[in-house]
């Protein structure tokens, strides 16, 4: 072990940061049940709702630390799976955690790993039992064995500010006897692994399941409300097959059942419209790795709807990615030169957008803050679909 991952574990354990997250209701939109507040860390406060960048290795892709504050980013994602398979809880531990693996002086949440083990698993194939799920590595076919209690240790270890219980993800196609069946094993998964929490510097969330089923999502909902976890999310509501009209569902059918003073998240959705409905509906805060994967397709987000570079129309546009947008790339580069990096496989070109595009989704959520402040959330819908969707 180095002297400097010494140096940084034992600053951790002299109790430099001792709280866990705290979340303040200011105001509720008073047409809807859209929320302003605030998440208190150790590393600030920061305003809600709140969009979170995804960095699934530890790293937001292709984006350094800099970037991402430009960006105003506050709280980004990791992911318990691939952390594990590579480098190891234990790597980051010996190096005072993630935020120190990372260089990152910010919140962080990790998430539990559930999705990935029901999405990556070598050929999908895996074995659900009350203990656990057996599956095979995505990365070389090992195999691998995920329990709620392994999950915790492992997000222990990394030392998130937030850490997700262990859940299993049903597809969407799922019967209701499933998804009933199934809602009772992620309960119990939720005790046993709220059961060997033992980070006392770190805020461990619920997950709400049921598909949308009305009467599973207020059972999921008040059976994990009763374990007393430091915040709810609202899960299953991202997977493959799913319709706007069910996402929308499971999120009605869930936030009647979650207390007011703890953090409401809606995972991996980042689709702008639907971060929309989400915050009216009462959510505080979403995550998504879709701004860097389309950037990546030469694909951005504007105001006046989705944009692919790779179109030869942009080939000799000296206009900005948008218009008016305050990011960095906006700021100094244009449609041609971004759509010459992209279709030429230039690594910046993805890059690029992937700043803006992040940028998109949090300017969206600060947006949508003043809109709750001001008690007129509806007519920013309005007049943001009227050009969003206007093609």
């Avoid at 998430?111 to 194939?125: E, Y």
Wanted: aromatic share 10%; net charge neutral.
């Amino acid at each position: 072990m180095s002297f400097f991952c010494f140096f940084d574990i034992m600053n951790k354990s002299q109790g430099r940061d001792s709280m866990k997250i705290k979340y303040n209701l200011l105001k509720t939109e008073k047409n809807t049940k859209a929320r302003f507040g605030t998440i208190k860390t150790n590393y600030g406060t920061y305003e809600t709702p709140m969009f979170m960048p995804v960095g699934t290795k530890a790293t937001v892709k292709s984006l350094s630390k800099e970037e991402l504050k430009a960006a105003h980013a506050g709280i980004i994602l990791s992911n318990t799976y691939h952390l594990w398979l590579r480098p190891g809880p234990d790597v980051i531990a010996h190096c005072g955690g993630l935020h120190k693996f990372m260089s990152w002086d910010g919140p962080i949440l990790t998430d539990s790993g559930g999705f990935q083990v029901f999405s990556l698993a070598k050929n999908k194939k895996k074995d659900i039992t009350e203990e656990g799920v057996h599956f095979k590595s995505h990365i070389d076919g090992q195999n691998l064995f995920l329990t709620p209690e392994k999950s915790i240790e492992i997000q222990n270890k990394l030392d998130s500010d937030i850490a997700m219980s262990f859940d299993e993800c049903p597809p969407a196609s799922a019967s209701y006897e499933y998804l009933k069946n199934s809602i009772e094993r992620t309960i119990r998964w939720a005790k046993r692994g709220k059961a060997v929490h033992n980070n006392p510097n770190q805020a461990l969330f619920g997950i709400v399941q049921g598909g949308a089923h009305e009467d599973l999502r207020k059972y999921s909902a008040e059976e994990t409300v009763k374990l007393d976890f430091d915040g709810y999310s609202i899960g299953g509501v991202a997977n493959d097959g799913e319709s706007k009209e069910d996402m929308y569902k499971a999120i009605d059918y869930s936030i009647p059942y979650l207390p007011e003073n703890k953090v409401r998240y809606l995972m991996g959705v980042g689709e702008p419209v639907d971060i929309i409905e989400g915050v009216i509906r009462g959510v505080d805060i979403f995550d998504c790795v879709l701004p860097t994967r389309i950037a990546r397709h030469g694909q951005a987000f504007t105001r006046d709807g989705k944009i692919n570079l790779n179109n030869a129309k942009y080939k000799e546009d000296l206009s900005p990615v948008e218009e008016g947008c305050d990011c960095y790339t906006c700021r100094n580069y244009s449609k041609a030169y971004i759509r010459h990096l992209i279709t030429t496989g230039e690594m910046l070109g993805g890059r690029l957008l992937s700043i803006h595009n992040i940028r998109f989704l949090i300017k969206l959520t600060e947006e949508l803050r003043e809109a709750i402040k001001n008690d007129n959330i509806l007519e920013y819908r309005k007049n943001f679909l009227e050009r969003y969707e206007k093609k």
